[in-house]
């Protein structure tokens, strides 16, 4: 059965520190792997990635794709208490197969001031 | 930037009855996807539709039936209301890859 595993469930740092979320994933038809933030709303779009080894970066946010070993790490810099939130980890199928999302079941990140 | 619209955004119904939930996608998007996230967990797909058609089902009950209209906007139609159905019901939109997800309607079955 295809799934998606984030690691951890949950975290509790200090503003200013370096945080690192896995996802790790076993998926038949794989496209693409995306990684979102969600706020007690709805699930906020931040990186897609399709290929090996390129990372892709937005302010203190980046995030790896490896296609071999089948996971992704998500970096946040200098986490700030406006980082607190879910991360969730989805892994897209490929279009001919219907392009639906399977879900990680997230980690929780708590920034402290 | 145009975002995926959705409504209602909460919505309240006793067993049994009867819920319609709409989503409007993003402008060009062509393929709609509905999720449901219950209480601490994940989203889980629902059903998907690409050009009007059904492109993929997932664990939808048989209760419930969606379909994409011309205009590419959505309906989730969900009958006989059972308490478990209380969840968040996300719609995404595409165009490739990504999807953009609307801001949810928030059901709770009494």
């Not at chain 1, 496209?31 to 203190?60: D, H, N, V």
């Not at chain 2, 159905?85 to 949810?104: K, T, V």
């Amino acid at each position: 059965e295809d799934k998606v595993v984030q690691s951890p469930l949950s975290l509790v740092v200090h503003e200013g520190d370096t945080v690192t979320l896995n996802c790790s994933y076993e998926v038949t038809n794989f496209r693409s792997l995306l990684w979102y933030k969600q706020e007690k709303k709805a699930p906020t779009f931040l990186f897609m990635l399709t290929s090996s080894g390129i990372e892709k970066k937005s302010g203190r946010l980046s995030s790896i794709l490896d296609k071999k070993e089948l996971f992704s790490i998500l970096n946040i810099t200098a986490t700030q208490t406006g980082d607190s939130a879910i991360y969730l980890c989805a892994v897209g199928y490929l279009y001919n197969q219907g392009g639906k999302l399977i879900f990680g079941q997230g980690t929780e990140l708590s920034v402290k001031p | 930037a145009a975002g995926v619209i959705q409504s209602p955004r909460h919505l309240i119904k006793e067993k049994r009855e009867t819920a319609t939930l709409k989503c409007y996608p993003i402008p060009r998007h062509d393929t709609v996807y509905w999720y449901q996230q219950g209480p601490g967990q994940d989203p889980q797909f629902l059903i998907s539709f690409y050009e009007k058609m059904q492109s993929d089902k997932g664990s939808i009950p048989d209760r419930f039936s969606a379909q994409q209209f011309s205009d590419y906007h959505s309906e989730l139609n969900m009958s006989s209301l059972e308490l478990g159905d209380s969840a968040l019901y996300f719609c995404a939109s595409s165009s490739g890859y990504e999807q953009f997800f609307g801001p949810g309607t928030r059901l709770t079955v009494l």
